[in-house]
Structures are given as C-alpha cells and as structure tokens.
C-alpha cells in the first residue's frame, strides 16, 4: 500500500500536481516511515512548491536514515539554495559527491551554490557602512504619507530635500541622524519605535505645573526651520505626547482586560473571558493575541463559526501589522482546529489540512504538525467509511476468483485489493490476496495478509492453511507445524491443515535423521540463524552447557533430555540443522 501511495505521488508530481504528490508521499511515510526515498520525493514535492523549510526538513530526515545515499544531499543543497542558506548548501552537495564523486546533478548544484555564495557576499560587500539602504526605496513616500506622525514632516522642504539626498546617497544617513524628524521617519520606514524626543517629556503625565516651559525646547528641536518664522508661539507640536501618553494607556488597559480573560478562562468561565478579550481588542486592535484568545474560547464553546472569523481577522490584521509569526501561526493552526469539528465528510477535513500546512509554514510548531497528521488521518478514515460498501467487496472478490482461476494472479490482486477496501473487515478478501502473493512468491505479503486474515476470525480455518503454507515455503517448518496445529483447533477434520502437519514432521524428521544434502544442510543453517528464536536459543548459557554435554558428557546430556523444555529447544536447533543427531 506505501508503493501504491509512492507511485501516485510521483505520477502527480510528473503532472506538475505539488499538492497531490505530497499528500500522496506523506500517505506512504506513514505507512512506512523508515523509507527514506519518500522523504526524498517529498522533499522535492516541497521545493517544487517553494516550501523550502518542509523541504530541508524532508531533506534531513531523508540523509539520517540514509547518510550514504547521494540523492539525499542532493535534496539538502536544494532546499538550502532555496533558503538561500548557500554556504549550507555547498556544505551540502560536497558531502555528496564525497559519496558519488561522478554525480552530475551534485556537480552542477556545487556549481550553481559556489557561484550563489559568492554574488551573495559581493552584494553585501556593496553595501558598504549603509545598514538602512533598503528603506529609502521607491515605497518610501508612501510609508511616511500614509503615517499621521511623519505625513506633516512632507510639507517642509528641508525634509524633503534630507530624505531626497538619502535615497540618492544613503551612506550620508549619518549627517542627519541629530534630526529628530528623521529618527521619527527611519522608525516608520524600519517599522521600530524610536525615542524621538527628550526625557522630560516621560514626566509630562506627572506633572502639574511648569511643563510649557519644558517642552518648549522638544518642540523646538523637532522642528528647527519653520517658513513663518514664528519662534516658540506655535502649540501645534504640543498635544501630541499627550495623545501617546493616551495611546499607551489605552494599551496598559488592553493588557490587564487581557489578563483578567485568562483568568476567567483558567476559571471555565467563558462567557466573562469573551466579554474582557472584547474589551481589549476595543480598547487596542494592534495586539491580536486578544483575537486569538477570544479565538480559543469560541472554539471550547463550541461557536467554531466565531472562532474562525476571529483568526481570519487575527491573520489579515497580523499581515498589516507584520506581526510575530507565531502569532499568525497560532491563529491559523486554531482556524485548522476548528474547521476539523465542523467536519462533516472527508471533503471537509481538506481546508483544514491547508490551514495546517498554512500555520507550518508560518512557524513548524510540533502541536501543529501532529493536528495535521491527526487531521489526515481522519480524513483517510472518513474516506474507508465512505468508499464502505459490501456488495461492491463481494463483487471485486467474485472477479478476483475468476481471474485467479485463470492465474492472473496480478490481476486477481487488483480487484481483491478493491474488496478490502470496500470492506476492510472481510477476511475472505485477505486469505484469498494471500493465496496470490504466494503463487508470485511474494511470501512476506502473502503472510501478511494471512495474519490479517486471522486476526480478523480467528476461527477461519483458511487463514491458518494460509499462513501454514507461506511459513513451509519459507522453510520455517516448526513455525508452520505450529500454525497448522493451531489451526486444527478450530476444524480438527480439515484434510488441508492434516496435510500441512504431515509434511512439516516430514521436513522436520529428515532433518533429524540427517537425510538433508550438504546444500539444503547449509541452506536451513543459514535461515535458522537468521531467526531471532534460534539465536536466543544459543545465547542461553545454560542451553550453551547443555550442547556442550552432548558432545562431552553423555550421561550429563542424559539428564538434559528430560527436561521437556530443553528437549523442546533441541529439536528446534535439530530442526534448524544447528545440530545434528548421528
């Protein structure tokens, strides 16, 4: 089922389908999470799509359980290029071709990081002393018209001419630092918040009397060159660290309503929560914790509709204000939570899945990542439940039979396999794939399919010929013994498992006997000690002793064999062609 998933991944992939192929890849990961192609493929599937942070993690996961395959550093130097993390990726594509020193895709990668990293260091080279370059670009007009603290500042000419120089030359930045209005305007343009004016004004709130004297020299400093001429009498200046002196109030209240609904929250008492989160959004829309947190009550209240609008807000508001990305993960990853309780079908789990894989690329929380591998579980589940359907099973099955009884095996595997999945809780579906993959020789899927079978009615006589007869042509011969006497159990008169019996003490007693060829002697040899029953068995120090009185002590052997147990694991070694018996 992981190869299923792993060929339509790549299928979607050569058709240009990212999304598809990476639900398809993360599909067979879980499935088997120890290949480390998949992560591989992913991680292409992620840099197709400029997801490069997912694909240096697939990249990572992909060279530690595979640290000698070169495609995987492959990967790695992509994703990093993609970061445009070049000396990483250089570190990259080298340990690669230490691996595969004729690859060219790592070759040309070398190249291309080689060539990355050293334009990147002459860029920043050409930068020279100029830290703030960037923020005199072409939108800078609009940023500071669009600012009610530096829109003013556009009508003096003085300024004008300052910032127009600086866009020419920003390297002269120094000679204008001492303007005040031009720490007001790099805090805008840089989106910091700057101290742009002195220590007295700190004290303005305070104090009752004396302050115009005070503040006059600020207002004057702030704005050296005024047109008309009129020293020290224009008040224009002075209401404005009273409106901030406001603003920051106005925030302290926000944050102790906000602290009140935490309260609250820890309290179970949501209804008040709501109502102090309201208030701090009212009171402060700069801050969407508040959203976030109100977010998080709708969503135990049960109101997912509310919880949404609430992280859409949360989300769009962020953006403008270029907030933490955490936050913004935050809000996406509570929209995902929401969005899985209103699901009704597996369709609805879908936008929940992207709003996931949304907040992941905000910031790769370990809580968001295992909703989202929640979430597509569930949706898989919802899938089984909604593709469930027995009569099409028993269908799929009858044309399996038919093409079985033409040994079309692979055939017949095709429409079993659709059986299983319109009813995965029939075992008749899986003995019969069982029987399949036997006759292709495919034995650990054939055994696998027998075990499910079992596990599904353990007193299903087939599934234990099933298994019997994958387990003898493994030449595990105690095994299948085992399984056939187990399952006489359930049907004591069945001439199948009788047979089954009948030939494992066969196999069992030629080997005993020491009628094996040198050939299939060494053969059984090499399969017992593949088998961890078997090493067990001869790590045992007092089983150690005992095989050594059988070559030195007779009569202390004697005494060994009467012990069941002992005997018991004698006969597997003697079975296994470990020890043989003259």
Known sequence: MADDAKAKGNSAFAAGKFDDAIQHFTEAINLAPTNHVLYSNRSAAYSSLKKFSEALSDAQKTVELK?????????????????????????????????????????????????????????????????????????????????????????????????????????????????????QALGVLLNLKFQTRGPEDAEVPETSSGSPERKRPAATETEPVKEDKRPEKDPEPEPEPMELSEEKQRKVQAQKEKEVGNAAYKKKDLETAIQHYTKAIELDDEDISFLTNRAAVYLEMGKYEDCIKDCDIAVERGRELRSDFKMMARALTRKGSALVKMAKCSKDYEPAIETFQKALTEHRNPDTLKKLNDAEKAKREKEQQEYFDPRIADEEREKGNQYFKEQKYPDAIKHYTEAIKRNPKDPKAYSNRAACYTKLGALPEGLRDAEKCIELDSAFAKGYTRKGTVQFFMKEYEKALKTYQEGLKHDPQNQELLDGVRRCVEQINKASRGDLT????????????????????????????????LQENPKAAQEHMKNPLVMSKIQKLVSAGIVQVK
């Open 518 to 549: 040198p050939e299939e002697l060494k053969e059984r040899q090499a399969k017992g000690m593949q088998d961890p029953e078997i090493q067990n068995i001869l790590t045992d120090p007092v089983m150690r002793q005992v095989l050594t009185d």
């Open 67 to 183: 640290p000698d395959w070169s495609k995987g550093y492959s990967r790695l130097g992509a994703a990093q290029m993609g970061l445009q993390n070049y000396t990483g990726a250089v570190a990259a594509y080298k340990k690669g071709l230490e691996i595969d020193p004729n690859n060219e895709p790592l070759k040309s990668g070398l190249a291309d990081a080689e060539a990355a990293l050293a334009q990147s260091s002459k860029s920043r080279a050409g930068q020279g002393a100029s830290l703030f370059g960037d923020a005199f670009g072409p939108e800078m007009w609009v940023r500071l018209a669009s600012d009610p603290t530096t829109r003013g500042f556009l009508q003096q000419p003085d300024f004008v001419k300052m910032m127009q120089d600086l866009q020419k030359s920003p390297n002269n930045l120094n000679l204008y630092l001492k303007d005040q209005r031009m720490m």
